[in-house]
């Protein structure tokens, strides 16, 4: 992978079971596992966007703790993962945190669970990546999905992860780990 690839897991605006637009909260094992899994696969940088100042006061907590207290010595594989974690209000601020950061504005690709008309094959993303001209930003949604207003800002969406039987419900932990893995080691 040549080109910039971003994250970002968007708590707002998401949807809930009922389709209503809510805010979710922070999970602890969401941003490790995530910041792990981005770590392994070269992503630059993983984003927490969090409308929340209190919510985001406990992401920084976290994050800190691992990048320069205890457990910045405790575990220093969590420390270099970690550090490339940063916490923003909106998808606005990451946009133009990416595009401080790697010199031009990233492409936005979303990412869901559900089947949406002109997904984006891996494949097709593998080869954009691979090409190395662009930054791109992907979005993960919490709760039951990001809203139409996400992907309405983004340029493509990713097809979602399909299991062996129709049952379609991964943690976004866990489809970031096969969704990344794709990316990067194309069937």
Not at 50 to 68: D, F, K, N, T
Not at 90 to 111: F, K
Request: hydrophobic content about 35%; overall charge negative; proline content about 4%.
């Amino acid at each position: 992978m040549k080109s910039s690839l971003y994250l970002a897991l968007v708590h707002h605006p998401v949807l809930d079971r009922q389709g209503a637009t809510v805010t979710t909260s922070i999970t602890n094992m969401d941003v490790h596992d995530i910041a792990r899994t981005g770590r392994t696969f070269g992503v630059r940088r993983f984003y927490v966007v969090h409308p929340v100042p209190g919510l985001r006061s406990l992401a920084e907590r976290i994050v800190e703790h691992w990048r320069s207290g205890y457990g910045s010595r405790y575990n220093p594989s969590r420390h270099e993962a970690l550090g490339r974690v940063e916490v923003e209000p909106d998808l606005d601020h990451v946009i133009a945190a990416v595009e401080q950061d790697s010199g031009c504005m990233p492409r936005l690709v979303a990412t869901t669970a559900r089947e949406r008309s002109g997904a984006m094959r891996y494949d097709e993303l593998a080869r954009h990546l691979a090409d190395g001209e662009d930054a791109w930003l992907l979005l993960f949604g919490t709760g039951y999905g990001m809203c139409d207003e996400v992907f309405d800002r983004c340029e493509a969406h990713l097809e979602p992860v399909h299991g062996v039987d129709g049952y379609n419900h991964l943690s976004v932990r866990s489809a970031a780990a096969v969704i990344l893995d794709r990316l990067t080691r194309p069937r």
